[in-house]
C-alpha cells in the first residue's frame, strides 16, 4: 500500500503515476483509492487540503504522483442569452451549488430538481459525463497554503469556505 503524504513542489521530477478522484473525492484530505496501475493507495494530506486537477504528490516510497479530475455525471447548462446563463448561476449560487463556469456554458453535478429549476428558468440543460472542477472559493487563497504571514511575521489562518 502507497501513503501520499505532501505536496509536491514544482521541482519535483515528473509523476509516473496517477491516482484519479471525483470532484467529491478531492475535497477529503483522508481517503483510500487505487493508482492507475491499480495499487492501493491512503491520502494522508493535513485537514482541510484540497486537491486539484494537476496537484502531484509524494508518496512515502519517493514516487510523484499526479491528481487527475475523473469524469463524472453532471448537468451542462447552455443558454439562447448570455442573462439567462446569469440568472441561471445566480440561483445555483444562491443554493451552493458547486459550479463549473465557462464563456459558453455552466456544469453542476447531476441533480434532477436542479435542471428542471434551470429549465424553468429558460436554460438548456443536458447530462453529460466529464471532469469536474468546481469555482473555488471568492475568498480562496493558494490552495496549498494553509496560513500566511503578515508583514510582521505574525501568522494569519487562512480558511476555505465551501
Not at 12 to 33: G, K
Request: with cysteine.
Amino acid at each position: 500500500m502507497i501513503f501520499l503524504t505532501a505536496f509536491a513542489e514544482e521541482s519535483a521530477p515528473p509523476a509516473c503515476l496517477t491516482l484519479s478522484l471525483t470532484w467529491q473525492e478531492r475535497a477529503y484530505s483522508r481517503l483510500q483509492s487505487r493508482l492507475s496501475n491499480g495499487e492501493e493507495v491512503i491520502v494522508m494530506l493535513p485537514h482541510g487540503s484540497h486537491l486539484y486537477h494537476g496537484d502531484r504528490l509524494w508518496s512515502d516510497s519517493g514516487q510523484v504522483v499526479a491528481i487527475e479530475a475523473a469524469e463524472e455525471s453532471l448537468l451542462r447548462v447552455e443558454a439562447a442569452q448570455p442573462l439567462l446563463l446569469l440568472r441561471a448561476a445566480y440561483h445555483l449560487g444562491n443554493r451552493h451549488t458547486p459550479l463549473q463556469v465557462t464563456e459558453q456554458y455552466l456544469l453542476l453535478p447531476e441533480e434532477k430538481l436542479l435542471a428542471e429549476m434551470l429549465r424553468q428558468l429558460g436554460c438548456q440543460v443536458s447530462a453529460v459525463r466529464a471532469p469536474f472542477e468546481a469555482e473555488r472559493g471568492a475568498y480562496a487563497a493558494s490552495h496549498h497554503h494553509h496560513g500566511s504571514a503578515d508583514e510582521d511575521g505574525h501568522s494569519a489562518q487562512i480558511h476555505e469556505f465551501a
